[in-house]
């Protein structure tokens, strides 16, 4: 089965009970069919159908039910599996867009900061110049990239800046 197109617009994230919540449109093949509503108190995301159009509502979210249905399960422990959701789907592009725009902050902080964490994780810390490395005296910058190193860089933490080769810095 084609997957559709699923767009979500007008995310509000908020703080809940129990961890994060978020309102959002969902957009199945470039139609409005719900909104996605998580309470962030631990339930279950909940899909308000588009009440401006109720039977297209339903008709698209059962495209992206069934298309969800053709999906392995999801492996909880060696012996249990789960199928994969809707919910699943739209939390993995939720994910996915806050993934995405971490790394273009993280890209833009490397133009100025010397960037270190652990790889593929949302938390990191960073030394920021306030402008350009580029502009650093290199020398400068080479002794504060090797302390960072001898300092922090333990446990899986590195340096993720990406533009250092360019810069001259080992």
Known sequence: MKEP???????????GIEGYGVNADVYINGKLACTAIDSGDGGEMYF???YNDVEQSKALIKVLEDY??????????????????????????L????NKKE???????FQ???????PNDIKY?????????????K???????DVVRKQHCKNGVVILNTNLKELGIN
């Open 48 to 50: 308000q159908p588009n």
């Open 139 to 145: 020398n400068a910058l080479q002794f504060q990239i």
């Open 125 to 137: 810390n960073y030394l920021d110049y306030k402008k350009p490395l580029s502009t650093v005296n």
């Open 5 to 15: 197109k699923v767009t979500l617009k007008k995310i509000k994230t908020f703080l």
């Open 103 to 109: 790394q273009k902050r993280m890209n833009k902080l």
């Open 112 to 118: 100025t900061a010397i960037v270190f964490g652990k």
């Open 95 to 98: 994910v996915e867009m806050v």
């Open 68 to 93: 969800c249905a053709t999906q392995p399960k999801i492996k909880i422990t060696d012996k249990f599996f789960v199928d994969y959701t809707m919910e699943d789907y739209i939390n993995n592009l």
